[in-house]
DNA sequence: AATGAATGAGTCTTCATTCAT
DNA sequence: TATGAATGAAGACTCATTCAT
């Protein structure tokens, strides 16, 4: 049986592909149109130009990266929230290896200035910073940090998550990781798991990982 | 007496700013120009082209950024070892935070596959990591840790200590955080030093800065 | 009972109104296609190319205005000459201010040396030129004229009838006259009639209006 | 002695010559470039885009236009209405004569509703029926017109002035007469004149051509 | 009769670079 | 050392049209 994949997503693999490697300044629709072995005349087409079909990548990762957030934060009335926390940062994780090639691209092009990307992703930035404060407040409960210091926390704790993903190719070629490997969450999920102990909620021991 | 800004450097300041904001391949030799006010033919006349341009960006950034880390690692003989790494942590952040967009910049472009970039940058990335490692496997000493858990702790060394800087437009709108201020560095620091003592060294207290 | 307008019809007027706007070349075939709310393959399919819509244009044009000055030259073999005359301006200035913007869009494209204009109109025109020749050349009858002059007043004529219509939008917006109004075929006609009889028919005063 | 004649005049000289004969719209770039036997880069480069190419062109043809007109509403003051009406037009003829490829191409761009030949034409327009009101109001001096009526007699006068010239190339097919011709301004003068002795200034007959 | 997907040619424009000066 | 003119290649995008449905 023929699955006739639609050349819509066709197109949005090929850009995917290569706006991640090439960044989306330097990938033109032509690379994209034959990479996807379309008409380069189709891109705009269906996607109302270039620029569309990077904000579709946009809002396609943060869909369904602000969702793994906001299930856990609507999860804090029922479970412990350092559960949550934790159960968060793996679906993070996992997400992200799933979809690697999108979310190197994500990540990169928000470290633009660019008009566009900020247009598109600062709600959505606001919005994870939202979630992000209230998964952590719930987990340290005490008044052990300053809100500055959660402030620094959130951010180092985003640091740990996106990188690994970002740079992707330098964990490959300089300490041959592989972040969209299954291992690698797994493994991966430890360390972080060990920080959120040690460094954030300041137990001395973890002990088991949640789902 | 009257101070003459060679071209070439103002050229280069131009280029690091706009880099920054709009990244290599979405800025023109043209905005270059204008921006630094030179004759857009100047600037194939001093790097050969934009691509020479890029290069000396990326060698100015490493060659300082690796000499921080030279230093300290060649104190590893004379002086405590966790000592050496905070003050290269310490040393890190500021010179990034006294160039912060060129530190942006340059830590975007290594995120791509750019043939350019790899070329240039891949012997300063094995050197980071050959240095790192001196400084963590001397900080850490005991076994506690396997080769591969250590490969780990630099990629999360590293994170936070880039990440700040690669997303500084981030910072700044979602958390109104500068790092560029002098404060952040002395703040941020104080953070990676709990991480340093409690995830790495596990130590229960951290006391003092090194700087 | 539901008239239903003809796809074909609904073209027709969504182009006259566009090609006048815009001009013929600067109008595409979707923007007719939307603002007649179709699909832009219909117009290919229908007139054979948007080259077609045009000719459509101008032979719709033509044989209605071409037929108000055979009318009136038939009659001269029974009526006054200068009533056929006056009362041809009159059916002419009607009928284009009636069409005001088929009119516009006709005498534009005739002024350009487009190929396919010329094919359709240049033997329309030779038929004008033929008729208006017939109608003053009976109503001067004298022969104070030489022929050469009788050419010179058939263009200055055809300017005055033409002209203001062409430029409608100037009209309008530099002197708050709308050509499509009736009134001002009134108003004009007068003025032409006073051109014919003084001018023309070297008439001191003229009285009344024929239809 | 070899005379280099300006890449920029080049091309304005065949821009005139193709916007003159396939409209605006209907010449591309490429077409002007290959006329002009420059690169077609340079006209972007020079013009800041075909826009700037015809902006170029509708203020060279306005402000000379103009200046005719200004010049003999200075000299009101100083010499017959009448004589600087007529003296007006005939400068006004020639000046269209020499330039018959710019005056056909402005008068039909200005027919269109295109946002950016308003912008250009719109404050030329209110200035040229300003001065044609100063000349005509004085060359009429009595009350027998109503302001309505002046309205008219500008709207005919300007009509007879340039039809000739936007139509050049239906009076050259149809009629054999050529309005970039010498003789064709000294001929078509006299019917001008003799219209505004007989229409305007209702004398019956005419004496001497002023110039 | 009417449509939507798809296409190749063509649009204007910008690019990095070269070269004579 | 520095410039401005000039260029060919490539950029994104729009075009009229075709064709299976």
Redesign the interface.
């Known amino acids: 049986m023929k699955v006739k994949v639609s050349t819509k997503e066709t197109i949005i693999e090929a850009a995917i592909s290569l706006f991640?490697?090439?960044?989306?300044?330097?990938t033109s629709i032509r690379d994209i149109a034959k990479k996807a072995k379309v008409n380069p005349a189709n891109i705009s087409y269906y996607f109302e130009g270039k620029q569309g079909l990077l904000e579709k990548c946009l809002v396609l990762f943060f869909e369904a990266y602000l969702t793994y957030l906001e299930e856990e934060v609507s999860l804090l009335a029922y479970e412990r929230p350092d559960y949550c926390l934790k159960r968060a940062v793996y679906k993070i994780l996992s997400f992200q290896s799933n979809n690697h090639l999108l979310s190197?691209l994500v990540w990169?092009e928000?470290?633009?200035?660019?008009q566009i990307v900020?247009e598109i992703t600062?709600s959505y930035?606001?919005k994870e910073?939202f979630l992000y404060k209230k998964l952590i407040e719930a987990a340290i409960q005490e008044n052990t940090y300053s809100i500055?210091?959660i402030?620094?926390?959130i951010?180092?704790l985003?640091?740990?998550l996106?990188?690994?993903f970002?740079?992707g190719?330098?964990?490959r070629?300089?300490?041959n990781?592989f972040p969209q490997d299954r291992y690698f969450v797994e493994?991966?999920y430890q360390?972080i798991d060990?920080?959120i102990d040690?460094?954030l909620l300041?137990k001395t021991k973890m002990v088991n990982i949640p789902i």
Request: hydrophobic share 35%; aromatic share 12%; glycine share 6%.
């Open positions: 991640n490697i090439q960044g989306y300044d330097g190197r990169r928000v470290s633009l200035d660019s900020r600062s930035l606001m910073r500055s210091d402030s620094f926390l951010i180092q985003k640091s740990l996106t990188m690994p970002l740079n190719q330098y964990l070629e300089v300490w990781i493994k991966y360390h060990d920080w040690a460094g300041q």
